[in-house]
């Protein structure tokens, strides 16, 4: 598929999509990014896949977003804020809406980001150890893009134990806030996948993309308004003090002025 993301399809017709920058724990770089829009728009329009795996290379799920990519949006201007928001936010929604049953192998950890892609996810197991975060107000950002879905995913009362925190948490926490719906030992993680690729396998895969579509419309709303607002959240959070304080706090190795 591309430098960053990588496709294999079986002959069952199911597909494994493998974030490949493991060397950076899997963080969303905009070629990232752009590689995993392509990659749901091909597999979405493929009718010989019939399910598709998201996953991550080494040992992380996702980082979250890269941070240098986070640094240049402070730095640039207000068009370029706004055009890199609508690149994360088209990623996840290109994602969420495609019409084939996305499975999350969650096999590491995963923040900020990486948590949105198990949001965008129609189930995701994962493996007991890693931990998990909504690390983005650690850096004076908030989790903007992400939020339709996470809430979707979590609800809001879940939502609101870890959503602004920054608090770090377990996989069987995870579970029990709607993130993961299993988590398993590393030997069991690929057989608790298979259990749930295989029902589909024998379903209709015209109506299981309309059911699908069906669910999303019964659900939280999450339409081209609530996206654009999110963009703007993050657009404008990328322009704060508090933005540039904590990415350079990051970058200097030193805690941020308003860290205890």
């Known amino acids: ?119 965008v996810c129609d189930v995701a197991i994962g493996v007991t150890g890693p931990k998990f975060g909504f690390t983005e107000v650690r850096l004076g950002l908030i989790p903007a893009t992400i939020g339709p879905y996470v809430v979707a995913r979590m609800g809001e009362a879940m939502a609101r134990r870890v959503f602004f925190s920054a608090r770090a948490f377990g996989a069987e926490e995870a579970v029990t806030l709607g993130l993961l719906a299993r988590a398993v030992s590393p030997e069991a993680l690929d057989d608790a996948v298979e259990a749930e690729v295989k029902p589909y396998l024998s379903a209709a895969p015209g109506a299981v993309a309309e059911a699908k579509a069906l669910v999303r419309r019964l659900g939280p709303l999450v339409d081209e308004d609530v996206i654009a607002g999110t963009m703007a959240a993050l657009a404008a959070r990328w322009e704060s003090a508090e933005a540039a304080e904590g990415i350079a706090a990051f970058f200097d190795r030193r805690k941020p002025g308003w860290a205890g």
Not at 31 to 39: H, I, K, W
Not at 90 to 102: F, H, R, T, V
Not at 108 to 119: D, E, N, R, T, Y
């Open 1 to 119: 598929m591309g430098e960053t993301v990588g496709i294999e399809i079986d002959g069952r017709g199911v597909a494994r999509v493998t974030l490949q920058r493991a060397e950076k724990h899997n963080a969303l770089s905009a070629e990232m990014m752009d590689e995993l829009t392509a990659a749901a728009a091909r597999l979405g329009a493929d009718s010989s896949v019939r399910v598709v795996v998201l996953t991550g290379a080494g040992e992380s799920f996702c980082a979250g977003g890269d941070l240098g990519w986070m640094r240049a949006q402070a730095e640039t201007d207000a068009a370029g804020r706004a055009r890199e928001a609508g690149r994360l936010a088209g990623m996840l929604n290109a994602l969420n809406l495609l019409p084939k049953p996305l499975i999350g192998r969650v096999q590491g950890q995963a923040f900020g980001g990486g948590l949105g892609l198990i949001s």
